[in-house]
C-alpha cells in the first residue's frame, strides 16, 4: 500500500481530482 500524503487522501474522499487515482482505496471501499 502507498503512503501518499493525508492532504491527497482527503482530496479523493471529497471527490476532487487527483493526479492518480489510489486503487487501494477503492478496493478497500468495493467490500
Do not use: Y
Amino acid at each position: 500500500m502507498s503512503t501518499d500524503s493525508p492532504k491527497r487522501l482527503l482530496r479523493v474522499l471529497r471527490g476532487e481530482p487527483v493526479d492518480r487515482a489510489p486503487v487501494w482505496l477503492m478496493r478497500q471501499a468495493g467490500r
